[in-house]
């Protein structure tokens, strides 16, 4: 199946801001400018008091250089003695203001907020209500930090960042690694939000069981999530109802604690 990637929106401000200073660049540049990601902070060991990450907007493109028109044939044969006036040369757009600036970092993060608010009040979405998983730090079990109860309900980590505030495996950089989420309400399922709020990237394949027990790989691949950011695998509804999705992790291919925070199952009762 394939998965749609919300992308991060803890980078949308710089995103934001990095396309309004290039549209002060020459009219020639037609094509935007890739916005760089922000560098997401060092992703150290959790500690034992918590540390202190969610969708995302394309930046505005570069004004595209005006098109050049074509002079009619015939007329061009009429007047081939007249030689034409010189093109005005373009003249260089001003930079950005910081005025301008600030205004589109603060549009940046208000399209932050309404993209995180439309998920969080999805009417066919569900947060997990209960979980396991293959490990957990310090071998954590029940509601403790690193727990793998860590993972269920709304997103409650808001900086990308190691936290007790989300599941951790026991050891990072381990390799395979699994987290399976248990939602209320069975449902025909249509996608999965998994939130990940640090070392982002490690999740390789996202199952969801019918009711005899039996495991339906709805994704799978290479998982491209940046920072603080959901991986969102949309498929077409399943044939049968499900409440339980398991998440693989390949803990070695982002180096550091890969961390879930949240698990959302989308779908319907019909």
Same mark, same amino acid.
Request: charged share 15%; aromatic share 6%; proline share 6%.
């Given at each position: ?29 037609? $094509?935007? /400018? =890739? #916005? @760089?990601?922000? %560098? !997401? ?6 500690? &034992? +008091?918590?540390?202190?990450? *969610?969708?995302?907007? $394309?930046? /505005? =493109? #570069? @004004?595209?250089? %005006? !098109? ?6 015939? &007329? +061009?044969?009429?007047?081939? *003695?007249?030689?034409?006036?010189? /093109?005005? #040369? @373009?003249?260089?757009? !001003? ?7 600030? +205004? ?167």
């Amino acid at each position: 199946m394939n998965a749609v990637r919300i992308a991060s929106l803890t980078s949308i401000a710089a995103s934001s801001v990095l396309a309004l200073a290039l549209s002060g660049c020459s009219e020639a540049d037609s $094509a935007p /400018a =890739a #916005a @760089a990601a922000v %560098p !997401a902070p060092a992703n150290a060991a959790p500690a &034992a +008091a918590p540390a202190a990450t *969610t969708t995302s907007v $394309a930046p /505005a =493109a #570069a @004004a595209a250089a %005006p !098109a050049v028109v074509a002079a009619d044939a015939s &007329a +061009a044969a009429s007047t081939a *003695t007249a030689a034409a006036p010189p /093109a005005p #040369a @373009a003249a260089s757009a !001003a930079p950005p203001t910081a005025a301008e600036i600030e +205004a589109a970092r603060k549009k940046a993060q208000i399209d932050w907020a309404l993209k995180q608010d439309e998920i969080k009040s999805d009417p066919n979405g569900q947060w997990a209500s209960d979980a396991k998983a293959s490990s957990t730090l310090n071998d954590a079990k029940g509601n403790a930090s690193y727990s793998a109860n860590q993972a269920t309900g709304e997103p409650n980590v808001q900086v990308y960042s190691t936290t007790p505030q989300a599941w951790s495996s026991k050891t990072a950089d381990s390799g395979i690694e699994w987290l399976e989420l248990t939602f209320a309400k069975p449902v025909f399922a249509t996608a999965v939000r998994v939130r990940e709020s640090s070392g982002s990237g490690a999740v390789i394949k996202i199952e969801v069981f019918d009711e005899k027990g039996a495991g339906h790989t709805v994704w799978s691949g290479s998982d491209s999530t940046k920072e603080l950011n959901y991986l969102i695998a949309a498929f077409p509804k399943t044939t049968f109802k499900t409440n339980r999705v398991k998440l693989t992790l390949a803990t070695n291919v982002i180096s550091g604690w890969n961390q879930i925070d949240a698990v959302q199952l989308v779908g319907t009762n019909q």
